[in-house]
């Protein structure tokens, strides 16, 4: 009876020695010469000049959220495919809830901007606008000599 699972325990030891074998041979073989440019990481040929000014957006990972949901949606539908003529009634209506649900959760995250790559879009409150208010009467005017621009004239400022 364990006989049938020798080949088995076999193809795992060898993939086991197999790796050892590598790994030693990596570390006996391989030429070493370290420096600063082979520790400094690597992007495209460009040298970084400065770290990351920002952690990583969370949008990169909403993204891989929604593309794992639609392969595990295509890995429940291939058994379904083969065996649809089996499941009658009941497996449609299960496929048809289970595709509700990943529908759903794929609007939710279109709706929240899962996948708007743009700047930021800013809720404008319309209610700080006002209708009286006008470029003459919120700009205030920082001297400005007359830089051929009319009306716009004041002490200080650039010269002509």
């Known amino acids: 009876m364990l006989g049938q699972y020798l080949p088995v325990v076999v193809l795992l030891f060898l993939t086991v020695l197999f ?3 590598s790994f030693v041979a990596s570390r ?4 070493r010469s370290p420096n600063d440019r082979k520790a400094a990481p690597y992007e495209c040929g460009i040298i970084p000049g400065r770290e990351t000014p920002e952690r990583f957006p969370v ?3 909403l993204v891989a959220m929604i593309f794992i949901v639609f392969d595990i949606e295509i890995i429940f539908f291939y058994p379904w495919a083969i065996a649809h003529r089996g499941l009658g009634l009941y497996g449609l209506v299960a496929v048809l809830l289970f595709s509700a649900a990943v529908f759903e959760s794929f609007v939710y995250l279109i709706g ?6 743009g700047p930021v879009k800013r809720v404008r409150n319309d209610a700080a606008v006002s209708a009286t ?5 919120t700009i205030r ?3 400005v000599r007359e830089v051929g621009l009319e009306g716009r004239t004041g002490g200080g400022g650039f010269a002509a």
């Open 28 to 31: 006996l073989l391989a030429p």
């Open 141 to 143: 005017r920082i001297g």
């Open 19 to 21: 790796a050892a074998v």
């Open 59 to 61: 949008r990169f990972y």
């Open 133 to 137: 208010r006008t470029t003459t009467s």
């Open 112 to 117: 929240n901007g899962a996948l708007e790559w």
